[in-house]
């Protein structure tokens, strides 16, 4: 039950957080930003801190003269747990450096701030050779237009492995600038979402979960979990959604699942002969009002607007909240996000499920792929040559190729896995547990250019690998962005820029603020401010 003497004050107290938010992102187009954190020490990180390396000296220029010396390579990366992975001693990261003559230099920033640290280290004229981060903005495609970023159109035709192999079809071409490759685009598969719960919390209360659920499903699971003491400590301390409102970083992942699960179009759809904005839609503000009905019994989590990527786990690692729309390979124990819980909490067990029933009582899941996709790109300042460029791709597919792809993929013979007379790998529950503790099952997650899955050595599933297989299994189910790759570079970086007009009315029609007039008001300043322009633009070029 929601505390009345405390609501008040907490909505007034988020709301004040959401306005001095959205002016600093909107002042954030226009202003240049100087990084004054950017200037840490080198070397490889041991799990203890965030490592800021190849910041200065030679190093910073990558490359080698010597060929009996590794090549290095400088990159900017995103972590997504509470540390960066762990480079010390790390088999499999040391094995990658090894078998491709490489020394990766890393410097890694927490997720929800890489976008921030990537304009604030190309700003100030800092930028290493390979940069996560790389997003179609106009301030990127001004740092495209001036040279600041390498053109690949024509030397990654050299490489048919990164773009068959390690760029999905639906992103490739979204992913071009003014037709030219300057990003490459991170590979997702289109219906990874999943519905991430506590199974123990769930078998506590006796419940029953439909294979596939409903939205209605999901709304009773999110008030038995708050009202019906879950965690049976007899006290009134849990909530069931943990919905995340970063801007539109993280709806993709909570409320688009719900409103696609409602009926509506996944980001854009087709209604009638015209191409349409999904906020735009009868069953968009029937999400809205369920969620505002959430938030107002106190079924979803009260920090909602304000808590963010970085910490976007925390209420379930902290055992307030039950539930979350992530990777559904993010339930798997151990290796992914809830380790920390099941180790303090040995009676916490995860578990997830894929797809929605509409309202027509089809499968659906919004296809995560919106937009234009997310990358990396290698800078003209750092990276001198195309010599440089060419060791650089190499090393992409090196990497993923071979016996590198082996180790990144279930870990060092004898160490994560063994293999017997009759050449069969097993591995077991102690190397399975080493993998995770030593780094070797995450370090090359999110770094560079990856495979959707992993390939098939004969090792035996995992519970990642069951899900990978299901996951595989729904791209039939995927609710698509009708706008991929058919939005000009301008029209996208228009779309950015208005985001938070949605955004901002979106949560403040959540915590009773505004009602439903003043959000078709919010998406009247849309289209006045310049989405009309990009409506016109996709309804010239979309062809149901």
Same mark, same amino acid.
């Given at each position: 039950m929601i505390r009345a003497n405390t609501r008040t004050a907490r909505k007034v107290t988020i709301l004040l957080c959401i306005i001095l938010s959205l002016c600093l992102f909107l002042s954030a187009c226009t202003v240049k930003?100087?990084?004054?954190?950017?200037?840490?020490?080198?070397?490889?990180?041991?799990?203890?801190?965030?490592?800021?390396?190849?910041?200065?000296?030679?190093?910073?220029?990558?490359?080698?003269?010597?060929?009996? *010396?590794?090549?290095?390579?400088?990159?900017?990366?995103?972590?997504?747990?509470?540390?960066?992975?762990?480079?010390?001693?790390?088999?499999?990261?040391?094995?990658?450096?090894?078998?491709?003559?490489?020394?990766?230099?890393?410097?890694?920033?927490?997720?929800?701030?890489?976008?921030?640290?990537?304009?604030?280290?190309?700003?100030?004229?800092?930028?290493?050779?390979?940069?996560?981060?790389?997003?179609?903005?106009?301030?990127?495609?001004?740092?495209?237009?001036?040279?600041?970023?390498?053109?690949?159109?024509?030397?990654? *035709?050299?490489?048919?492995?990164i773009t068959e192999k390690l760029m999905n079809p639906t992103i490739e071409k979204s992913s071009l600038i003014n037709g030219k490759r300057y990003i490459i685009p991170f590979n997702t598969p289109d219906a990874r979402i999943g519905l991430v719960y506590r199974a123990d919390w769930v078998e506590n209360l006796g419940i029953t979960l439909p294979e596939v659920m409903s939205v209605q499903d999901i709304y009773d699971l999110a008030k038995a979990f708050t009202e019906n003491d879950p965690d049976r400590d007899g006290k009134n301390n849990t909530t069931g959604f943990n919905y995340v409102e970063d801007q539109d970083k993280e709806v993709v992942y909570g409320f688009d699942c719900i409103a696609v699960g409602l009926g509506a179009p996944n980001k854009w759809g087709y209604r009638d002969g015209k191409v349409v904005p999904y906020f735009d839609t009868p069953e968009y503000m029937d999400a809205l009002k369920l969620l505002r009905d959430m938030y107002q019994k106190g079924y979803l989590i009260e920090e909602f607007a304000t808590l963010?990527?970085?910490?976007?786990?925390?209420?379930?690692?902290?055992?307030?909240?039950?539930?979350?729309?992530?990777?559904?390979?993010?339930?798997?124990?151990?290796?992914?996000?809830?380790?920390?819980?099941?180790?303090?909490?040995?009676?916490?067990?995860?578990?997830?499920?894929?797809?929605?029933?509409?309202?027509?009582?089809?499968?659906?899941?919004?296809?995560?792929?919106?937009?234009?996709?997310?990358?990396?790109?290698?800078?003209?300042?750092?990276?001198?040559?195309?010599?440089?460029?060419?060791?650089?791709?190499?090393?992409?597919?090196?990497?993923?190729?071979?016996?590198?792809?082996?180790?990144?993929?279930?870990?060092?013979?004898?160490?994560?896995?063994?293999?017997?007379?009759?050449?069969?790998?097993?591995?077991?529950?102690?190397?399975?547990?080493?993998?995770?503790?030593?780094?070797?099952?995450?370090?090359?997650?999110?770094?560079?250019?990856?495979?959707?899955?992993?390939?098939?050595?004969?090792?035996p599933l995992k519970p990642i690998d069951l899900i990978n297989q299901k996951i595989a299994a729904n791209q039939q189910y995927a609710i698509p962005d009708i706008s991929v790759g058919l939005l000009s570079a301008e029209s996208l970086q228009t779309q950015n820029t208005l985001a938070p007009i949605i955004y901002d009315a979106r949560v403040k029609f959540i915590m009773g603020f505004i009602d439903e007039d003043g959000f078709k008001k919010a998406v009247q300043d849309w289209k006045d401010q310049g989405g009309q322009k990009i409506i016109d633009e996709l309804q010239a070029n979309y062809r149901p």
């Open positions: 930003t100087q990084d004054s954190s950017s200037s840490g020490g080198t070397g490889k990180n041991d799990g203890g801190q965030t490592q800021t390396t190849g910041q200065s000296g030679s190093s910073t220029t990558g490359g080698s003269s010597d060929s009996d *010396k590794p090549y290095v390579i400088t990159m900017l990366a995103p972590f997504y747990r509470q540390e960066p992975p762990i480079e010390n001693g790390n088999p499999v990261y040391e094995f990658v450096e090894k078998q491709t003559g490489v020394d990766l230099q890393i410097t890694w920033v927490p997720n929800g701030e890489l976008e921030n640290k990537f304009n604030a280290m190309m700003a100030a004229n800092n930028a290493l050779m390979v940069m996560n981060g790389a997003n179609v903005t106009s301030s990127f495609i001004r740092m495209c237009e001036t040279g600041a970023i390498w053109d690949l159109t024509e030397i990654i *035709k050299d490489y048919p492995y963010g990527s970085g910490a976007k786990y925390n209420p379930i690692l902290q055992e307030r909240a039950g539930f979350m729309f992530t990777t559904a390979t993010n339930a798997v124990y151990p290796g992914g996000k809830f380790d920390t819980l099941i180790a303090t909490n040995p009676n916490a067990r995860m578990d997830y499920k894929l797809l929605l029933l509409d309202p027509n009582g089809n499968k659906v899941i919004n296809s995560n792929i919106t937009g234009a996709p997310g990358g990396i790109c290698l800078t003209t300042s750092k990276v001198k040559t195309e010599e440089d460029v060419r060791r650089i791709l190499q090393f992409f597919v090196d990497a993923m190729s071979g016996e590198c792809a082996k180790a990144i993929d279930i870990g060092i013979k004898d160490l994560h896995y063994s293999v017997g007379s009759d050449g069969k790998i097993t591995v077991s529950d102690e190397q399975l547990q080493r993998r995770t503790n030593d780094g070797s099952s995450e370090i090359f997650a999110s770094i560079i250019p990856r495979r959707l899955f992993a390939d098939d050595w004969g090792q």
